[in-house]
């Protein structure tokens, strides 16, 4: 359990002070996930825990704590519910009810409650804050006096009001990320949760208020009982997430991929509300595993997402069986078979692997390493004597979008074949952190990782280059996993082109096999198909939600279908990050710049001219500084400009396929290549 530290000298004042503080449910016993929902996880009975420390003139110290010497009250919260929403009666406020002397007429004492204090623990990422206000693009009202508002972003966070009214008249806020045909919130795909908001007035001149422990995921908001005072100024949408710090930048010359990419930021700050969710609407909005697994290299070059992150990782350990089963979510919560999944239990290896790359933290992969081994342990004995890992339910690539719509894990490619690659994938990167950490089980591990691999081979290799499973995320997962050999690659790179090309440029891979089919492609010198893939404007394709004006990353490729009809399917997310994986391909591929080693002690930079845009820049705030790539092309001729923090080398990539070693610095550089026409 985490506890926060402010800063009340600002507050102080001279003569008495009092400190006040609201309570409420949240995670600790609200409702959480579908399906109705469970309460009471962590407790039945709220509590509250505080001391001020003052340190005097003189050096001293005085410490007032919570005790038996406290009271309590009923507040004007009178409801509150991450699923539900918050109800607010202002009638019911005590003015100055947290100020020397008010009045607290009515009030109890507290009940002491007897706490394990050994169980705190300091945060180890920034505070849950606002971060921006959006005021609405759009107001309409209705025949019958609501009004629909439209913020122009898919965000998450809560909505303030200043209104102005009778007493005991009541405002009402409801939210939804998409409008039905009709031009009404289409609320179907948020299930079990209402997200609705009522404040109840008190009858002041003007009041302003905006929950406190609530929040949602929305674009639209309809607002009843308003009457006809002004909007303008008065209801402002207020973005709330992990206040982390922003550390990665992508632009180019194409506005689509653009959008692409900002819709992959804000799907992010969306998701990093204290940990990292799937979606942030509906009545789910858990820390599923294998959303961050795919997403995490992404995540941490966007944001300073290592202390988030790190907790996260720190409660994976704690919900972990002990027989090595990381759940489905994390934290776990009834619902699902606490069951091993391949792709989602794997991030108790591949998530610290990612961030490592990013942060260079030894001391993550040291702390992690109990859980990361127990899960790569439990896939080796699941995988038998013949080092195939077929006897598990598995959701495989979930959300193929061949997948019919009530059985989203019955796509294209065997989950038995995906949970083989998972598992020699997870043994090479455990073996990688045993050598990092200098651990002796590394030549053991890394046999390991071997038999793994030969496993997947002998089972799902049918001939040079051809999987049992003739489907694009087969082959870009072997591909991207080191199963093949080299004269093997090629010829499964061919047959994944070939593929693409079979299904007119489109993709058929669900939340596995996208994150490496641009990567595999590339790899295996089809560029061009990858590229044909990125730019696809139909559904399934990256580019169709931008084109039907999307402003977040979808769960699935068509949530929102042609005709404008929002998906019938019963998981239909207009806010998943998964399928934004795609923008760490961008950052490495379109605008050219990686790391070659943890931490970006060394830096990869190959100008990405030939990927069909005419300029790219990215840049990144690495631990050594800010390294970052510009580049442009007219016609035959590329420029470059290039950054190389202190305390970094750089490895310059030029169209001719040499390499330049940078020191530190700012570098100029200009080719001329061939011409494209």
Known sequence: MRYYTYDVTGLVREGGNAIGAFLADGWFRGRLGFGGGHTNLYGERTAFAAQLEVTHVD????????????????????????????????????PQWSSPGAGLTGWAPVAKRDFAFDALVAPTGPPVRCTQAIEPVDIRRTADGRLILDFGQNLVGRIR???????????????????????????????????TDRYTRKGGPTETWEPRFTIHGFRYAEVSGWGDAPVEGRITARVLHTDMRRTGWFSSSDPLLD???????????????????????????????????????????????????????????????DDGTVPWYVPSIPGWKPEPGAGWGDAAVLVPWALHQRFADADLLRRQWPSAAAWADLQHRLAGDDHVWDGSFQLGDWLDPTAPPDDPANGLTDPHLVATAYYARSAAVLAAMAAELRFEQEADLSERASLARNGFRSRYRTGPGRLSSDSQTAYAIAIMFDLLDPEEEAAAGRRLAELVREADDHLTTGFLGTPVLLDALTRTGHLDVALALLQQRTAPGWLYPVTMGATTIWERWDSLLPSGEVNPGDMTSFNHYAFGAVADWMHRTIAGMSAAAPGWRSIRYRPGFDTGVTAAQAACDTPYGRASIDWSRTED?????????????????????????????????????????
């Open 637 to 677: 001729l590329v420029k470059a400009e290039i950054r190389v923090p202190i305390g970094a080398e750089g490895l310059l990539q030029d169209p001719a396929g040499g390499t330049e070693v940078l020191p530190p610095g700012l570098h100029r550089r200009s080719w001329t290549v061939e011409s494209e026409t």
């Open 161 to 195: 009001i200043t209104t102005e009214g009778a007493a005991g008249e009541t405002v009402q806020l409801r939210h939804a990320e998409v409008l039905d045909q009709d031009g009404e919130l289409c609320t179907r795909p948020l299930r079990g949760a209402f997200a």
């Open 59 to 94: 050096g001293t110290r005085t410490v007032i704590a919570t005790g038996p010497d406290w009271w309590a009250e009923r507040s004007p919260i009178l409801t509150s519910g991450l699923l539900e929403g918050e109800a607010y009666d202002a009638r019911d406020e005590v």
């Open 259 to 321: 959008r692409l990419h900002e819709n992959v930021v804000w799907s992010m700050r969306g998701n990093f509300v204290d940990l990292p969710t799937d979606c942030p609407q509906r009545d789910e909005r858990l820390g599923w595993t294998g959303d961050i697994q795919v997403f995490a290299p992404t995540a941490a070059f966007l944001y300073d997402c290592a202390g988030l992150l790190g907790s996260w990782l720190q409660d994976v350990a704690a919900e972990q069986h």
